[in-house]
Structures are given as structure tokens and as C-alpha cells.
């Protein structure tokens, strides 16, 4: 059993909402968006977390970013990988695979694009179904950066808990004597250099 479902935040499951080629160009600091979610998403294989992701109408703005290699042949699996045009993740597709891992309300980490529209919309539909969240501050922007905060505020009055990635994976682990805690520290030194950056560039507001 999974580390995650013993200690720190149990029932986990991640959310990527949009991470599309074709927001290249228009996102903020979005290079440093996918970097900090290709660290989750390896944090996520080694913790048996379950993926759940989003593309917003694809035909037009592209597919997943090839980087974080989601349902290639030999990248990672996720339990739903969903076209819309809605602008919440939870649309019925997703909420149908997300039911399927059980009745019991989950804890959520949401990273992706945009703060303010998709990532908001999606913590509010969660919310209202009674879902804990966790939105990665390090690792959600906008076309325009002035709107993260306001949305990051707003959603944290509406009782999402905004953190950083690293403080979310030390919070999975819990304790230092799990198995799972060498392989986790190992990819934060991985990372380390490009979390710092990361920092600097989109949680500074």
C-alpha cells in the first residue's frame, strides 16, 4: 500500500487541467508550469496516486504536451484523459472515472491553466461535492499573471488549501521512515533547481 493512503493526505488523486501545446506562447511562465507537473507526475507513479486530465477542445488548441508523455505507448497511464468544452475538469466523463475509485470523498491536487477560469471552476465543482483541494501554486498560471493571485485567493477563501509541490509531497510522506520517502526525496533533489525557479516566477504576487 501506497504511502499516500497511510499517512499525510490519504485518497489522493491529480487533476491536469489544459496543459496543451498551443497555450505554449500565451501562458505565463507556462515552461515552469509543466516542469513542476512532470515532478507530481512522477511523484504519482511512485505513490500509486491516480492522474485524471483535460484537454480544452482539442481539435483547436492542441494536444496534451508531448513533455508529460500522458497515454503514450510507453508514458504514464491515467484514469481518464478527456476532451471538453466545458470549462471545468468535472465533467461527466471524469467525475464517472473518478467515481469509480469509490464513494468516499478524496483529496485533489489541481494544477494546470487558466487560475482564474478552468482551475477555479473545477475546484468549485469539487468543493460543492464536499472533495478536499489542494491547488499547487507553483504549478497553475494564466494568459495574464495578474490574475493568479486574485483567483488563488478567492479560491482559497472558498476553502481550497493552496500550497507548493514540495510542501505537498513532504505532506504525502508524512514520515521519513517510509519506504517510499528515499525515492521522494531523491526527485526533489532531482528538481530542485528548476522548483526553485519555479518559485520565483509564480509565487512571488
Not at 91 to 114: C, M, N, S, T
Not at 174 to 182: I, Q, R, T, V, W
Request: proline fraction near 2%; hydrophobic fraction near 40%; include cysteine.
Amino acid at each position: 500500500m501506497a504511502a499516500s493512503r497511510r499517512l499525510g493526505i490519504y485518497d489522493s488523486s491529480l487533476f491536469i487541467c489544459d496543459l496543451q501545446e498551443k497555450f505554449r506562447s500565451a501562458i505565463y511562465e507556462y515552461g515552469r508550469v509543466i516542469s513542476t507537473t512532470q515532478k507530481l507526475l512522477k511523484a504519482c507513479q511512485i505513490l500509486d496516486i491516480p492522474i485524471f486530465a483535460t484537454t480544452q477542445l482539442r481539435a483547436k488548441l492542441g494536444e496534451t504536451c508531448s513533455e508529460l508523455g500522458l497515454d503514450s505507448p510507453e508514458g504514464i497511464k491515467t484514469h481518464a484523459h478527456v476532451d471538453k468544452s466545458a470549462f471545468s475538469m468535472f465533467v461527466p466523463e471524469i467525475r464517472d472515472a473518478f467515481q469509480k475509485l469509490g464513494d468516499e470523498k478524496r483529496e485533489v491536487i489541481i494544477v494546470g491553466i487558466e487560475s482564474h477560469i478552468c482551475v477555479t471552476q473545477t475546484t468549485l465543482d469539487l468543493l460543492r461535492e464536499g472533495h478536499k483541494v489542494y491547488i499547487i501554486a507553483d504549478a497553475v498560471s494564466s494568459c495574464n499573471k495578474e490574475e493568479v493571485p486574485i483567483a488563488l485567493a478567492r479560491l482559497r477563501a472558498e476553502g481550497a488549501i493552496v500550497t507548493t509541490s514540495e510542501s505537498w509531497l513532504y505532506e504525502c510522506m508524512g514520515d521519513a521512515s517510509l519506504p517510499e520517502f528515499k525515492q521522494i526525496a531523491g526527485l526533489v533533489k532531482e528538481y530542485n533547481s528548476k522548483t526553485k525557479e519555479g518559485l520565483q516566477a509564480l509565487c512571488r504576487f
